[in-house]
């Protein structure tokens, strides 16, 4: 994995001294709040419902034990024992004191994490493949590359105002587990002719005006691709929309302008920026690629593995939802669920980001990641200590075996604690797992992603779930609306309404008549629920979704 | 249909901790709904936020929000501010924790 430089070190050391300053400044009067403001947002400050919240930067969502186990230390310290792993690959902290902030950057910078550019106007930090380096399907790690933009981007002196946020993910694989089609810019590596390079997907993103990135550029040269990344921001900053935050996105730039006059516009601009870039890029490159060479993995029996998927159910059961398929033999990936039935998606104790600290030290060769799910995974752990590896996670209430089932719900902090939320998200998503966990359905039911958001920000991705479900404000009432069939893969697409909005109370009987129609309906079990709606459209659902229009009609 | 107007409270973060305050009768801020000062006439709230928003070392965020009348004070009218006075629905945190009163 990286490690900081000394100029790292140095930068982000300076960083936080400047901060704390800056909010002694504020304590003291010397800075009004509407000075103060944008500084804190530039680290990652927010003022929330209740408290502030410290967004902190897990660079393409890869983590050492040292830092997941500063984690917790932060969150005793200094704020309620817990931690949230976000959408983004982030960590928020919901409960700082403002005067708290300095200590708890220092001590996240002594395991050399930043909480830079996690607001504001800028790149945002770069999000990856959360099985990146372990994947049996990638053509290469993205993390490499993921480094290089983050040390481009940040405090990049031509991108600190921006029209609005931008936000960057890369995979390496064919299977796109970043969700490249819904960011500003998604980076696919590709391969033509023996050559790596990169499909460059842009104008994909949430929010108010969904949208579905379109191709810039189908295969670009590793060695193009910094200066073309300055060139695609560098037009959008000087085009992209400032007078209205709505339709200052990228995305609304390049459906305005239209993709062919952006590409021209693009490679107009790469070709002052190329010569600019002297190849010391490429050096970069090859350092962070030799940072993250692979891990030396052992040769041995997996018996141990074998005989506890023989005669462990509960084992059997996790091997099943949670592992996926690593490109050494004897090993696997494995998924640490955030999503306990009834328990808030992504938020993890302190006791809990311990445990996934060891585990990763003694069994995964030091490493972690965070998934865009709100998931953590142990990315390359050896099957014959999964055994022991699902024991620890189940005495610390992390054993639960749901990857990718109905109760592996991503949500959005909600109006329990967003400023910008319409409606709550976290009670919904608990009543949903804790309901199809009651009626021991949701294996049978099978690959079903359920997506929540409280505001139609949309960073509990709603669009793009197979069920998602929007929170919003309906004259004074908590309303939350349904959308069918998103998919947020390499064939991602945006979920249809279904119809008129729910109650609080409706809504989750809502989600399991839906459910409970798919079942009715599939042709197999082998038939998920996403293959289906594709299949029928939205009428069986629809009419299971609002009995009383049918029967009106009929 | 002109909407009708609500009595008002004046409510903000405070600029440390981040928890919900609102202004009391004696211009001092309160962790407590209960203990607002509730304010009938709109240009007496509109006035009294200019104030409150001059105390711009205890708070931040200020504003007026709606509010009715009840046996034990200013109770919210709409739900954000109701969690606002409570705190988060996942968690007993916020000023839940602790203090009986909201």
């Known amino acids: 994995m990286y490690k900081y430089s000394d100029f790292d070190t140095t930068f982000v050391a300076e960083r936080n001294k400047q901060f704390r300053g800056q909010i002694e400044r504020r304590v003291s009067g010397a800075l009004t709040e509407d000075e103060f403001k944008p500084l804190r947002l530039m680290n990652g400050l927010y003022l929330q419902l209740h408290a502030y919240m410290l967004r902190v930067a897990v660079p393409y969502g890869t983590l050492r034990s040292a830092q997941m186990r500063r984690f917790a230390d932060v969150a005793d310290t200094w704020d309620k024992g817990y931690g949230h792993f976000t959408t983004r690959q982030n960590i928020q902290f919901n409960w700082p004191k403002l005067n708290d902030v300095p200590d708890i950057l220092e001590s996240l910078a002594e395991v050399q994490i930043h909480a830079i550019q996690t607001s504001g106007n800028t790149i945002r930090n770069v999000t990856a493949d959360h099985f990146a380096g372990a994947a049996a399907d990638e053509l290469a790690d993205p993390r490499p590359v993921a480094e290089l933009i983050r040390q481009w981007s940040t405090d990049h002196p031509e991108f600190q105002f921006m029209p609005r946020k931008f936000k960057i993910a890369i995979t390496g694989s064919a299977n796109d587990r970043a969700v490249t089609k819904a960011h500003d810019i998604g980076l696919r590596v590709v391969e033509q002719n023996g050559e790596l390079g990169f499909e460059v997907i842009v104008g994909g993103g949430l929010g108010r005006t969904p949208m579905i990135g379109k191709v810039l550029v189908d295969f670009l040269p590793r060695e193009d691709l910094l200066p073309y990344l300055e060139a695609v921001v560098s037009v959008w900053n000087e085009i992209g929309r400032r007078d209205n935050k709505y339709k200052a996105r990228i995305k609304i730039t390049v459906h305005e302008h239209g993709i062919d006059a952006i590409r021209a516009l693009v490679d107009a601009r790469f070709a002052e920026v190329k010569p600019e870039f002297s190849g010391v890029d490429m050096a970069y490159l090859s350092q962070f690629e030799d940072a993250f060479a692979e891990p030396v993995y052992a040769t041995r029996s997996v018996d141990a593995y074998d005989i506890a998927y023989k005669n462990d159910p509960v084992f059997r059961s996790w091997a099943d939802t949670n592992l996926s398929a690593h490109r050494a033999e004897g090993y696997s990936i494995a998924t640490i669920s955030l999503k306990a039935h009834g328990k808030t998606p992504g938020d993890a104790t302190s006791a809990q980001m311990r445990v996934m600290a060891s585990l990763a030290e003694r069994f995964g060769h030091d490493e972690l990641r965070v998934s865009h799910e709100q998931n953590i995974i142990l990315p390359h752990v050896h099957k014959s200590n999964l055994p022991q590896i699902h024991a620890e996670l189940s005495q610390v209430g992390l054993g639960t075996a749901n990857i990718g089932l109905i109760s592996d719900i991503i949500a959005c902090p909600g109006m329990d604690y967003c400023a910008l939320a319409t409606a709550r998200s976290i009670p919904i998503a608990q009543e949903i797992a804790e309901r199809f966990d009651a009626l021991k359905i949701e294996h049978d039911i099978g690959h079903l992603q359920i997506k929540i958001s409280g505001c139609i920000n949309a960073c509990g991705h709603h669009h793009v779930g197979h069920i998602g479900i929007l929170g919003l404000d309906r004259a004074g009432v908590e309303n939350y609306q349904i959308t069918l069939g998103g998919d947020a893969t390499l064939d991602a697409a945006i979920g249809q309404r279904a119809g008129p909005g729910f109650s609080a109370a409706e809504i989750v009987p809502a989600i399991e008549r839906l459910v409970l129609t798919y079942l009715d309906v599939r042709l197999s079990p082998e038939e998920t629920f996403l293959s289906t709606f594709r299949r029928l459209g939205l009428a069986p659902f629809k009419a299971t979704l609002y009995p009383e229009v049918k029967a009106h009609a009929a | ?102």
């Open chain 2, 1 to 102: 249909m002109p909407r009708p107007v609500l009595p008002k409270v004046i409510t903000a973060n405070a600029l440390i901790e981040g928890d919900v305050v609102y202004m009391t009768a004696k211009g001092v801020w309160s962790r407590c709904l209960s203990d607002a000062e509730i304010i009938d006439d709109e240009a007496d709230a509109q006035i009294r936020l200019l104030d409150a928003s001059a105390q711009s070392g205890d708070v931040v965020g200020v504003y007026l929000l709606d509010v009715k009348a009840g046996p034990n004070g200013a109770e919210p009218v709409h739900f954000r501010e109701a969690f606002r006075r409570t705190g988060p629905s996942n968690y007993l945190h916020g000023k839940q924790e602790g203090l009986g009163h909201v």
